[in-house]
């Protein structure tokens, strides 16, 4: 499962569909809220966004903030962006390898299962700067 993401009368191929698996939609939407997306979009449209129920950016000035917000975000960020501590479950856990673990016993590093590589947060830039009138999430 994941999100897909489609926009409105895009300009071209790279603004038509952009697609997160359930991974690395988490970090994304999250980057998206603290980069300052809800003062872009209202607050229930970035709550809707964590669903597949088509909510969205309404227009291309949206989408045009929400990408300069992020690349200014992302620009010095190390591989990968993982979900901020407060949005992990600590029970829900992965070796730094990507192997499940029960973080109550493992006594190795763990990390966040939700990441998204740097490179495919610059392709949902991307997106936005071309996906015309917003998009839909779905």
């Known amino acids: 499962m994941g999100m897909d ?11 038509e569909y952009f697609r997160a698996n359930c991974w690395s939609w988490r970090p994304i939407h999250n980057a998206l809220s603290e980069c300052g997306g809800t003062a872009i979009l209202v607050e229930e449209t ?32 190390e591989e990968p962006i993982y979900s901020p501590e407060e949005l992990n479950d600590p029970n829900f856990q992965c ?28 392709q949902f830039i991307t997106f936005l700067r071309n996906c015309g009138d917003g998009f839909e999430v779905w």
Do not use: I, W
């Open 5 to 15: 993401v489609y926009g409105k009368n895009p300009a071209n191929e790279a603004g």
């Open 46 to 77: 970035m709550l809707h966004m964590g669903y597949n129920d088509g909510a969205g950016a309404t227009d291309a000035d949206q989408c045009e903030k929400l990408a300069t917000a992020l690349e200014q975000m992302v620009e010095d960020m």
């Open 95 to 122: 070796t730094t390898d990507g192997k499940f673990v029960d973080a109550a016993t493992y006594e190795g590093e763990t990390v966040s299962p939700y990441e998204v590589d740097v490179s495919h947060m610059r």
